[in-house]
């Protein structure tokens, strides 16, 4: 599955941490019945890889990635759990090369016009912005929009709900990656009836132009 596709099938991209496997499947079910099909499971602890099988295997219709892959170790581990793409907080050559003729697409994170302009000539086109708001936030992809038209974003970190809509606006973003979908108190409550409602709001976000 193409990025360019994966990016544009929901306006928000779930930052998922999961503590425990059990959560897995009840959370990418709940994100699915409020419109929300890509995932994206950080590999922040160790009940991850396990996470994206389990999604995998019993919750066909969710597109389910990895985040926070820094390394070819990681993305290798990723592409053998089923993982369908993979997100990076940054990038080195080590990863770019591991990726570029892998059978998984990477999004790989930028903060810099020099961090983007090696991604592109690695033959990279869409990316995130990582961490966004610090780094820069809306009048940053403003500004990369004039030198660099033909990328397209996901920006990620510190965007919230009231503020998605300003980024979605934007004509070089396709969607926003945001941590507020799964919040740890309704994950440890088993409150999936909450997080549908919180993917449902999300969903239902507006996207501006996608040239």
Excluded at 54 to 75: K, S
Excluded at 192 to 204: C, H, K, N, P, V
Aim: net charge neutral.
């Amino acid at each position: 599955m193409l990025i360019d596709s994966i990016l544009r099938t929901s306006p928000v991209m779930p930052v998922i941490v999961i503590d425990q496997v059990e959560q897995a499947v009840p959370l990418a079910k709940a994100l699915l019945a409020g419109g929300i099909r890509v995932l994206e499971v950080t590999l922040r602890t160790p009940a991850a890889l396990e996470g994206v099988r389990r999604i995998r295997a019993e919750v066909p219709d969710a597109i389910v990635g990895t985040g926070t892959v820094t390394n070819p170790t990681e993305l290798q581990a990723s592409i053998a759990a089923g993982a369908v793409f993979a997100v990076s907080p940054g990038l080195t050559p080590a990863l770019l090369a591991a990726a570029k003729d892998g059978p998984i697409p990477l999004l790989p994170g930028v903060m810099t016009p020099s961090e983007l302009m090696q991604a592109r000539d690695a033959g990279f086109t869409h990316l995130k912005l990582f961490p966004a708001v610090p780094a820069g936030g809306i009048k940053l992809l403003q500004a990369f929009n004039g030198p660099f038209p033909d990328i397209r974003f996901c920006p990620t970190g510190g965007i919230s709900l009231q503020t998605a809509p300003d980024y979605l606006a934007l004509p070089n973003v396709l969607c926003v990656g945001g941590s507020w979908l799964t919040p740890k108190e309704m994950l440890e409550k088993g409150d999936w009836a909450g997080i549908t409602a919180l993917a449902r709001q999300a969903s239902g976000l507006a996207v501006g132009s996608k040239r």
